[in-house]
């Protein structure tokens, strides 16, 4: 999708951190964009300064856990803007603790927010953005969880994971149907935002990528080359474990 200017986007998580600067460089690119978060007040106060700037903003207050509130979100883009094109799937939250002593709450709570949210955004977005008949996009934001297995971080560790599957199950979905769409994951590293404040990318450098994937379709996003030696021990650990099987 070269073409930019005009396109109707969806962001959520979009009050702060990666949603916010996606939002704002959608904005920066003409685009259309509806900024969806569950906080209300910070919402409203990062659409206005965009709007500020020139931006074509709208807002929709929405828990990504609740189908049905992402349901209103998905229909309140096409009523501002009469259509939808890109959506970017990317609410998120993080706990911390050994797998075996965190209470099925506290996965609930991680599982719902960052592997339910995609699925309901992916429910209720593409549909619309399938309507429209034109070229779209959809980004789901997962992270550098989604490749390795990091410690103590079980909950989101699963779900990271599960997006990646998921972006790759429905890219393979829409092209089996024709449909002029593609599928982007973003795998960023240690971003500086609210939920990693010791991060050491900015959040526009994501930002940036998932910009540039929108344009050239490309599949998988990350924002460093910072793991890349032990993404590659992991993928070649898999590999290699083929040629071990007792027959």
């Given amino acids: 999708m070269e073409q930019l200017a005009g396109r109707v986007a969806i962001v959520t998580g979009a009050a702060s951190g990666i949603g916010l600067a996606i939002a704002e460089a959608f904005a920066n690119e003409a685009m259309c964009v509806v900024m969806a978060d569950v906080n209300e007040e910070e919402l409203e106060e990062q ?14 207050q929405v828990d990504v856990s609740d189908p049905e509130a992402v349901e209103r979100a998905g229909q309140a883009a096409v ?3 009469g259509q939808l094109n890109v959506a970017v ?12 002593e965190l209470s099925l709450e506290e996965w609930h709570q991680v599982m719902n927010v960052d592997l339910w949210g995609v699925v309901h955004g992916i429910r209720s977005f593409v549909p619309r953005i ?7 996009h959809v980004v789901n934001t997962a992270s550098m969880a989604a490749v390795l297995g990091l ?16 972006s790759d199950v429905l890219q393979a979905e829409l092209d089996a149907i024709g449909a002029p769409i593609g599928v982007s994951v973003v795998m960023p590293g240690m971003t ?49 474990a083929t040629t071990d099987i007792c027959l």
Avoid: C
Wanted: net charge positive; charged share 20%; hydrophobic share 40%.
């Fill in 151 to 166: 410690a103590q971080l079980g909950p989101y560790t699963v779900a990271k994971h599960g997006v990646l599957g998921l």
């Fill in 47 to 60: 659409a206005s300064r965009l709007e500020l700037r020139g931006g074509e903003v709208r807002t929709v």
């Fill in 130 to 136: 399938l309507a429209s008949g034109e070229e779209g």
């Fill in 192 to 240: 500086k935002t609210a939920m990693v404040p010791i991060g050491t990318i900015p959040a526009s450098t994501v930002a940036a990528n998932v910009v540039d994937a929108i344009r050239r379709r490309r599949s998988y996003v990350f924002s460093d080359d910072h793991h890349k030696g032990e993404m590659s021990a992991r993928l070649q650990a898999i590999m290699d």
């Fill in 89 to 100: 799937n990317n609410a998120g939250i993080v706990n911390r603790g050994y797998s075996w």
């Fill in 79 to 81: 009523d501002y803007f």
